[in-house]
């Protein structure tokens, strides 16, 4: 009788693994893999495509300003992926994610969240995660925080937007033409962050850039509402990105790959 039971209990276990390689294989990913990409179905018609590289250490998800995805963090992936599990998606809308109708959806915060957290619910990555975020990514992420503590390890955001921010006549929206679903997302995400609970008790590195344009006659203020953003969190600090504009990634990439790297344990980072 034992036996058989031991047998049975084998038999569960072998479905349950090889149902997993299945489920896995099915998304063309792995986290065993130094660098893979696949898509994966939230809904039935909107995918999320995302790249995974790394072998080892804490998972880290990269988030990007608006219309900008996996790309944009070229120049610091290869780095922090030497010490680190990192994982980088274009949101719906952006590069080879599914494009739907321009909605509000699109640019509200909970939305966003809910977008990514159900994506990596559905890889099987574990949390706790480390956030970086940059720009509108960047706010996204302080709504995940804010909203989601036990998921988040740490929060890196560079020059992240801030739901500080004046909500009439903000120097700090894009200049550039936004669709009104923009507007109104963006309008409601700030909202709902300053609406939420207090930043959790992790750590939080604010990157804030000084030179965003040549005499550009906001930069005291931005430097002043980025400093409000670090004091969000008990274990808050700013680094300013001397001489780089808004994507700090590009200009100086140095400066984020360090920030990720500090707030990994020694132990934990192999060289």
Same mark, same amino acid.
């Given at each position: ?20 390689? @299945? !489920? ?10 130094? $660098?893979? %990409?696949t *898509?994966?179905?939230i809904?039935q /018609? ?5 790249e995974k590289?790394g ?24 780095a ?7 994982? @980088? !998606? ?10 739907? $109708?321009? %909605?509000? *959806?699109?640019?509200?915060?909970? /939305? ?6 159900l ?21 996204f ?15 890196v ?19 550039n033409?936004t ?6 997302g ?18 939080l ?21 980025q ?26 990439p ?18």
């Open positions: 009788m034992i036996f058989i039971l031991k047998r049975y209990l084998w038999t569960i276990l072998f479905s349950l693994v090889m149902g997993l390689q @299945t !489920y896995m294989a099915a998304y063309g990913f792995d986290m065993k893999c130094t $660098k893979c %990409s *898509s994966v179905k809904s /018609d909107q995918e999320i495509h995302l590289q072998t080892q250490g804490p998972i880290v998800i990269f988030d990007s300003g608006l219309g900008f995805g996996i790309s944009s963090w070229d120049r610091v992936i290869p922090v992926s030497k010490f680190s599990q990192t994982i @980088t !998606y274009d949101r719906i809308g952006v590069g080879a994610s599914s494009h739907p $109708k321009e %909605s509000e *959806s699109l640019y509200l915060a909970s /939305d966003a969240v809910a977008r990514l957290r994506t990596l619910q559905k890889l099987g990555v574990p949390a706790p995660y480390i956030l970086v975020g940059h720009s509108l990514g960047g706010l992420l302080q709504y995940y925080a804010r909203n989601f503590p036990a998921e988040v390890s740490a929060v955001l560079v020059d992240s937007a801030t739901p500080n921010e004046p909500r009439v006549n903000s120097p700090f929206k894009p200049t033409p669709p009104q679903a923009f507007k109104d963006y309008s409601k995400s700030l909202d709902l962050i300053t609406h939420s609970p207090p930043f959790p008790n992790v750590p590195i604010v990157l804030t850039a000084d030179t965003h344009a040549e005499k550009w006659p906001h930069e005291k203020q931005w430097l002043t509402l400093t409000e953003i670090a004091h969000s969190s008990k274990m808050g600090s700013q680094i300013i990105a001397k001489g780089s504009g808004h994507f700090i990634q590009e200009d100086q140095q400066v984020v790959i360090d920030a990720i790297r500090s707030l990994i344990p020694e132990k934990k980072v192999k060289q």
